[in-house]
T-cell receptor, first 116, second 116 residues
Framework: GAVVSQHPSWVICKSGTSVKIECRSLDFQATTMFWYRQFPKQSLMLMATSNEGSKATYEQGVEKDKFLINHASLTLSTLTVTSAHPEDSSFYIC????????????FGPGTRLLVL | AQSVTQPDIHITVSEGASLELRCNYSYGATPYLFWYVQSPGQGLQLLLKYFSGDTLVQGIKGFEAEFKRSQSSFNLRKPSVHWSDAAEYFCAVGASRGTSYGKLTFGQGTILTVHP
């Protein structure tokens, strides 16, 4: 149980285009989903917290107009990187927290984004 | 704000040897503590967690960790390492109260190399 998927697993795009990444909790309902960014050989940095049906809360320094987050249902959150630039290239990982139960976050496999 | 320090960036052990990965945290209240493992290009897998109760926590794959409040530590141990344990290990602290409730802060990670 507690499986989280991400799609796509990797994406290459041209500078200036937008990219959408999906995060799904496959076998449980997630009131909260989190989006992280991980640069090579570095730790995960929390970008934003997404609660179903409400606006996402962004961490300091994260541009909310650039990283659009939508959490339309209890099993799906999306991250859209708008007008992507090479510096946005990174490994994006989502996690989901159950509707009820302990406060464990279950992580997706990640999406590697390369902006040319 | 919470923080996590993993003092060892890279550890090398021989297969069959014992392992201890260090983790120190800073948090103003009783924290939620986690250890995750990440294989190359993959998301994070939860090894074990501490919320309350017994300070010695058993996890998957033969790992255990001990919460020591006096030392603000949550070190990960395994009595006999297998080659498949080679990966990167992240310690994380979760906020147990306040506006950051549930948010995870990760350490820098420790890369484990296992020699045959």
């Amino acid at each position: 149980g507690a499986v989280v998927s991400q799609h796509p697993s990797w994406v290459i795009c041209k500078s200036g285009t937008s990219v959408k990444i999906e995060c799904r909790s496959l076998d449980f309902q997630a009131t909260t989903m989190f989006w992280y960014r991980q640069f090579p050989k570095q730790s995960l940095m929390l970008m934003a917290t997404s609660n179903e049906g409400s606006k996402a809360t962004y961490e300091q320094g994260v541009e909310k107009d650039k990283f659009l987050i939508n959490h339309a249902s209890l099993t799906l959150s999306t991250l859209t990187v708008t007008s992507a630039h090479p510096e946005d290239s990174s490994f994006y990982i989502c996690s989901a927290r159950r509707l009820a139960g302990l406060e464990t976050q279950y992580f997706g496999p990640g999406t590697r984004l390369l902006v040319l | 704000a919470q923080s996590v320090t993993q003092p060892d960036i890279h550890i090398t052990v021989s297969e069959g040897a014992s392992l201890e990965l260090r983790c120190n945290y800073s948090y103003g209240a009783t924290p939620y503590l986690f250890w995750y493992v990440q294989s190359p290009g993959q998301g994070l897998q939860l090894l074990l967690k501490y919320f309350s109760g017994d300070t010695l926590v058993q996890g998957i794959k033969g790992f255990e960790a001990e919460f020591k409040r006096s030392q603000s530590s949550f070190n990960l141990r395994k009595p006999s390492v297998h080659w498949s344990d080679a990966a990167e290990y992240f310690c994380a602290v979760g906020a147990s109260r306040g506006t950051s409730y549930g948010k995870l802060t990760f350490g820098q990670g420790t890369i484990l190399t296992v020699h045959p």
